[in-house]
């Protein structure tokens, strides 16, 4: 792993945490405070938590003398380091008023001032320390951008279970239904195959240690799954049948009343979906999106197919670069967009790819030291691998490898189905 | 009954409407939105919740021509009433960022502009429709002012459990410790009491109809029970000893592991407590406060005695009329203070008290009718009443014959002891 | 209160042991074991704790070298008393397959040797502590015979709850439809009545002390309520009006999806219900049973009339005596009858009626002393009054001053209806 | 997969339906009737739960003219098939106490006579349908054998979980402490591996279809972790710090006050366990059992360690035939006995051993068809895989390819800790 040390570290940290307070222009006061479920924390936390993490992991181990900003906050923004502390309980979050929204960006302003001068200091020295501060400071840039993700998702389901159904943002995604070009298959042939990161450039440690592994003759389509097709899914009763379900599955659609994706909604017959554009007819050549892991086995196995192992996935993306990007943060749309007739895949952006695989470690794989070891390692449980980012990731954080998890009943955040067979 | 028809009604009204808002004036916007516990509402949604009742009740019945503010308000802020519609489920209240506290105040506004109108048309009016809305209109009123209570104890409790200890206000409360008289007892004789309200002015459904009861032979102290004597109960093990409590009582403490009033913190072996004035050194000569029923009924076993009757309570009451007031929202305490050397009784203001009496029906109870009729009827059951008022209560809404109520385990209103035998 | 001590207290001992055996007599081995709701206990535990009443609290104390039988067994068999030690979670005895049933007979015949043995001796002794051992005797078999009441509703429920629905005894109750007399009024004058317990045969001390009330002038009801008369009720929608209920009732029902009386079954349009003698067409003319106090409340709201207080039922039944007797456990009816043409009006039997009363201590509420005070007072909180006594109560155990009490949604109880006005 | 047609088919049925039986022997009718947590089934379940299969999936549609033996079992003895119809909520089953356990017996007579008849017909039969019954039959039997496994588990769960503690079965094993040798370490060398079944003979779905795997260098230990060496990491504060466990196993631990293994009991600083021979002193030199996964994990972590995977097991298992039988249900030991000095590795028998990797499908995964697809595919989600079997599983029943499967949580299972690096 290699630590940024281009003479631009300054403009890229600028860059990044303004992204984030750029993420939170559109909202109100009141938006940043609150918390609907435990899984969405306030927006006001989110740029608490990761300014947290730069004081808490650079300023206080690093820089002389510094002050911190405020000693009761590392109580309100340690999210779930047992290392660093007390904190209070995640779904607390969204009962704290104070600090304020203003105070949080004071906050941000106070550690910024100060990491910026650390970064100046930390480029002119050479020692081990030093570089292992500049490593840090990777893993904070990185975690900030994880955090963008979840910033514009937290948002996204605080708007959308508001009966008013505010707009984020006008965006400059289309309403116009562009139609999606037929799928193909991608075959693949058995044999070995490389997985994991590779190289000097920063990864997670849970894309560690690249290896090998041996793949069966498999094939996987070329594009993501769209409404309309995920639309002959619950009318052909797909939430009725409990042998498309996995067990667990089909109790949680059973208890949740679960009748189709997150922000879908039916009325007069016709089916609405909640954006971040506001609320609108929904556009059936979009790619789905916001569907849970029981979802996505269910659709597939309707289909008589499959969702592919995050190997197969991985080593399929890799095989069809430089076709494979779609729609980032960057891009602006707010939603997931129509691959339309391009030959574009989608495998990077877009929607977040519910892989078959559960998020268990690589072979050899080295655990970040100290604190940073909480990062991933211990969630390594009970949720499955998503793959290749969404319209809600910054292009620049996402890699082939990259590795995201959830649990298989969550679908706030923007994932999608790729089907294999 | 008899509805409010002085020539000062369009003053009382901006009055009162008024002092809603002053109490939120210390607010940030963040703290106008969250419900730290479900019994506790955002301070925005009192604000829209007083407004709804006017619009809904008297705009849309009464007004002419009158164009709602947001047809979509109604389903934010119509409390209970199920002859009204839907409305979003209690316990999401504080997930719900918008309205904005801004447009709050413009739909309070708004209300107020036509409000103020239609009482000049009502006023000039003989008609049986207008005596009605006039006293709708009162019940709105006191229904307000109903609220500005909850208001000051729900912004307390957000406030108070934030560990950051906000001061809502430095008040006129002093934090010297004025020692309160030694407790006295009122003996009263065995024989017939009237109980309830009689007169033409306002009172609630609840407190109808006035009738005779039967009184015992008993005694009730004149004067609140104190901190200082609470602390004696919990230096003794009050809370440890079983024998104290209801066996509800003692599973609710041991359940919630509650060892103190709500508020109070044990510091290296200091008590203090949260108060609208911030953290501070538990003052022993206050009356205590946000007491639950199980430990206002567990202290008075301790002490051999017993919580008076709601009946012996207003007998007593009346008996010792005019020296029973304490103090109320308009004295800005912002918390119950010491009795001093005072002969006044506090029968009246500083805290609510607890009473050994079911909140049921009094005999020939009349139903306010319509809507109206699900104000209190259908609460009467599974609670204890109060009475007396407190500092969060204005002091022209409270009477002697005042009947307040809650489950006999909360403890976020400001509620304390009086003793009986 | 006088202690039992006339030359058949052997006799009466042996009596009311041998009744709780000849209650389970029809029962496999298996029913004796099992807890399907938290309120049921297993009947073998029922035979454990009532004898490890006699063991605990008469001849360890009074019978000089008495040997426990088992020293594991109070852990099993202590109900509630803290005074007594630690014992198994409530909600757990349902899972003890060991004490087996044998072994609890053989528990009975060990102690019930001593016991015999110990009144013999008590009898012939003049000194107090021997006063007292008889007086704790008396509570022991008063005791006893209540545990006789929740043996035979508890062995209904496990025998209910399963749907092979098991006749208990074929009984000698009638499916024969005896047509009911119409209800008619009795009027009651306004004035002071005497409520509670005289005399010195032994009564509770819930219902001590007896003292005067004063009760406006009201009229009730000469008969219960009938199947066919809540039937009417349930027809004209009363499960789907929000106006009739109190909001934790409307809220309990809804939650529950409750619809009709426990043990009500509707079947192609018909109503049948189960009962001690089997799944049986509904029979109108009895006495309507199994309702919670939210039903029997939004009943009467439904008829425009109200329950009655306690003492304004006890006040009625003491004026029609002796006209008021029904069917107890020794009429083995199994099942509360039509009153038919008779005159008598069932005050006492056949259901036990919810009062408007809370439950809660009157005036001078002198609680037993010890470990026996744990019985009645602590649970004075969140109950209603019933009174009257049921088919499953046993006759010498009534009186008119008796108080039971539930909590209002508790309906396993044979739990019926009297209307007030 | 291969049908059993060897002409011992019918000695076989009745060798295994008699060993279910044998299992329930030493109950006490109560002990049959229970369920203390929903894992738990009450062994009179079971016993009618395999019985219900047979007559379900081959009497029924194989037997001309068959009677069902009651036509309201189904509804209590399906399990989890939602293609079979309703059936009472698993939580309630030891809520019944009918059909008793008399009946049970019956209806495993009655349906016996039935299928051995049945047997004799499709053995002379050569046709399709004949060969597809046997091929159920076969399921069936297999299935019996699961059961006779969770038979035992549940037994000792519910005896265990009594505060008596009673011995099931005296047993051969003995409480000696028999000194384990030390662990060595198998090394495997990188490369190809074959996994799952291969043959004819039967075997689950899940353990196909037959794939090769690349595994990395590995190594993995050649006895099971013992008591004692898991003493060592609760001595080390294993379960006081959090660095050594996952996210939600941590959680899980505290939340349960999680300390030991279950069964394990402190007393006065010795530590105890419960078996199937009852309480007795623990035993070091014996596996460690009765762990979840998080503990298993947990362990191997402050080892420095880690859990195999499954692959990794199998391979080093096949590996090191024939050296590698343990104790089996056939060896009545009823509790895994230490390795001693024995060259056994114990990989079969004794203990299931929780491996790294999570219950999915294998490539080309062919579930069964109809109702028996919901046998094993349906539960391919959030549960890891154990291997081996234990001194509860019947050795016929075992494979080296067998995959068991619980959640992270389970622990009244058998199950232990083999480590790997």
């Known amino acids: 792993m290699q630590t940024a040390t281009s003479v631009d570290l300054l403009t890229r940290y600028r860059h990044i945490r303004l992204q984030s307070e750029q993420i939170c222009a559109p909202l109100a006061t009141e938006d940043y ?32 003398g510094y002050q911190v900003f405020n000693s009761a906050y590392p109580y309100f923004f340690n999210s779930y380091y047992e290392s660093q502390g007390p904190r209070i309980h995640r779904s ?13 960006y ?47 998702t937290d948002i996204k389901y605080i708007l959308g279970n508001n009966p008013l159904f505010p707009v984020y943002a006008a965006g400059e995604s289309t309403t ?69 379900w996995l067990a667990e599955g089909w109790d949680w659609a ?39 892991y029981f979802e996505a086995d269910a659709f ?15 080593a399929a993306c890799r095989l069809t670069e430089p076709l494979i990007r779609g729609n980032f943060l960057e891009q602006k749309k707010g939603h997931p967009q129509s691959v339309g007739m391009a030959p574009a895949t989608q495998f990077l952006g877009d929607v977040w790819e519910w892989t078959a695989s559960a998020y268990l470690p690589y072979p050899h794989y080295p655990r970040f030291k100290g604190a940073l070891g909480e990062y991933n390692g211990k969630f390594m449980i009970n949720q499955m691998v998503l793959r ?13 490898t990259y590795r995201n998890f959830f649990q298989t009943d969550k679908r706030w955040q923007f994932t999608g189905i790729r089907l294999a067979r």
Chains 1, 2, 3, 4 share one sequence.
Request: proline share 6%.
């Open 176 to 244: 116009e239904a562009i139609p999606a070009r037929p799928a193909e298959w991608i075959e693949m042939a058995a044999g070995l195959y490389a997985i994991g990161h590779q190289g000097e450039d920063f990864c997670w440690d849970n894309e560690l240690s690249a290896h090998q592994v041996y793949l069966q003759d498999y094939a996987i389509q070329d594009r993501l799954i769209t409404n309309g097709e995920y639309l002959e899914f619950i009318e052909a009763g797909g939430y009725e049948h409990y042998d498309h």
């Open 106 to 152: 004071q906050f941000r302003q106070y550690v910024d001032l100060h990491l910026l001068e650390l970064i100046e200091q930390l480029q002119k020295r050479t020692d081990q320390a030093a570089q292992e501060a500049l490593f840090t400071l990777e893993v904070g840039l990185q975690h900030e951008q994880q955090h963008q993700e979840l910033l514009l």
């Open 300 to 314: 597939a196995r309707w289909k008589g197919l499959r969702l592919p192992t995050e190997q197969e996935w991985e």
């Open 92 to 104: 607390n979050r969204g009962n704290m008023t104070r600090p304020s929204v203003e105070e949080v």
């Open 33 to 64: 405070v609150v918390q609907p479920i435990t899984d969405v924390s306030p927006p006001k936390w989110h740029l608490g938590h990761t300014t947290w993490f730069f004081e808490n992991f650079l300023l206080i181990p690093h820089f002389p």
């Open 388 to 400: 290749g980012g969404s319209v809600a990731t910054p292009q620049s954080h996402l890699r082939i």
């Open 254 to 292: 059973k208890q949740l009343e679960c009748k189709a994706p997150l922000y879908w909604f039916q009325q007069d017959g016709q089916w609405f979906n909640y954006t971040l554009q506001g609320f609108r007819p929904l556009n059936i050549e979009e790619p789905v999106c916001h569907v849970s």
